[in-house]
């Protein structure tokens, strides 16, 4: 198809490093049919997300983050929202003389944003939600202004139902589900060098906690499980992920300074790993002790490479996990919970290789890369006319 005739898609991402919103959206533009789409993306241009979209061959359009993330006091706030706007009609000055056909919105904090040049543009805007942080007046305000323009998409039915329960008018809406490429997270993959990196003893029962780290993602009661545990010599625990901003680097140094006063010698912490199929084929067993989640993304990981999962039984992870199906639920802000299922899994060797291979099942039947890419170009397919 020549290359006029494409539709365009603008996607705009706020964060520059990479969580599970991001990987999300990796795929997704891995997995467009390029013949037909033509993909932009605005993202701050530093960091890890940009140097994995140039290698996808994704042109990008490098941009402040567009967050609220961090900031301290209304002023802060104001001006935050201030030099968002300025950077919107930036971007759309920027973009006067290329077409645009859609915007896609990666994650909350560019919705207001995309809605906005949406309109500016007078392109279609799809809002993808991908947690359950809740919309404050001005967003709310701003997507009523703006509703005959937007299609919300959500990550989830437990997604879906935070925003209606929210007041957000879901009258043209779907659920597509996050996803898994299976070609990078199998059974077969190779385990990352973990345990030789950080001196894991290769007859120790790894534990793994992998996501943001921030306090809703349970990671002062994956903390406090070890040290209940710690008596046990044959465990080890690891917690991988980003910390974005100052709030969530602050909780770092917090969960350092708690593993140092529980004299937690097998404990470590990294903040961040590229090859995260690798992580979770390494670990013995995953947990995710999460106040609060749409459906995490990595649930899905672990049980595509055969990792056996524990999680908190909230509306999200039990969307996910069939309690002794294909994972253990447990009670939220319950480090002994924590430590009773750990110890139970590890001690029940057939119990892991049920639910790992129930997991692997549930996944491979319900959430692969081309099934989201099918649903989600049929929707731009749908949106795309009306305005051209």
Not at 35 to 58: D, M, N
Not at 72 to 97: A, H, M, P
Not at 306 to 311: A, F, L, M, R, S
Request: charged share 25%.
């Amino acid at each position: 198809m020549p290359k006029d005739s494409k539709k365009r898609i603008l996607f705009i991402n706020s964060f520059a490093d990479i969580g599970g919103a991001e990987r999300s959206l990796l795929l997704t533009l891995s997995g467009l049919d390029r013949s037909h789409f033509e993909i932009l993306l605005a993202c701050p241009g530093s960091g890890r997300l940009s140097e994995a979209v140039q290698a996808l061959g994704v042109s990008m359009i490098p941009i402040y983050p567009f967050t609220l993330c961090g900031a301290s006091g209304k002023l802060d706030v104001l001006i935050r929202y201030g030099l968002n706007f300025c950077q919107t009609v930036k971007l759309w000055l920027d973009l006067r003389n290329s077409r645009i056909d859609l915007i896609h919105c990666n994650g909350t904090d560019a919705h207001l944003y995309g809605a906005l040049l949406g309109a500016l543009v007078r392109a279609p805007v799809v809002l993808h939600f991908r947690d359950l942080v809740p919309l404050n007046r001005v967003e709310k305000m701003m997507l009523r202004i703006f509703k005959k323009n937007l299609f919300i998409v959500a990550c989830s039915r437990t997604s879906f139902g935070f925003l209606k329960r929210s007041g957000v008018d879901v009258s043209c809406s779907a659920v597509v589900p996050n996803v898994v490429d299976v070609n990078i997270f199998n059974p077969e993959i190779r385990a990352a060098n973990l345990r030789r990196d950080l001196n894991i003893p290769s007859e120790d029962f790894l534990v793994g906690c992998v996501g943001r780290i921030k306090i809703a993602k349970g990671c002062f009661e994956f903390v406090d499980a070890a040290g209940l545990l710690k008596k046990d010599r044959g465990i080890s625990w690891i917690m991988v992920g980003a910390a974005i901003g100052s709030d969530e680097t602050d909780t770092v140094d917090k969960l350092k300074e708690k593993a140092r006063k529980l004299a937690l010698q097998k404990f470590h912490l990294v903040e961040f790993r590229d090859d995260i199929a690798n992580v979770m084929k390494s670990l013995d067993l995953l947990v995710i002790p999460s106040y609060r989640e749409a459906v995490p993304l990595v649930v899905l990981e672990a049980m595509a490479v055969g990792t056996p999962v524990i999680g908190t039984n909230i509306e999200g992870i039990a969307e996910v996990i069939k309690d002794g199906i294909n994972g253990l639920l447990i009670a939220a802000k319950d480090p002994q919970a924590v430590a009773s299922a750990v110890s139970e899994l590890k001690e029940d060797e057939n119990l892991r290789r049920k639910l790992a291979q129930s997991g692997l099942r549930f996944v491979r039947k319900n959430f692969l890369l081309e099934k989201q890419i099918t649903e989600l170009e049929k929707i731009y397919q749908s949106l795309m006319p009306a305005h051209r």
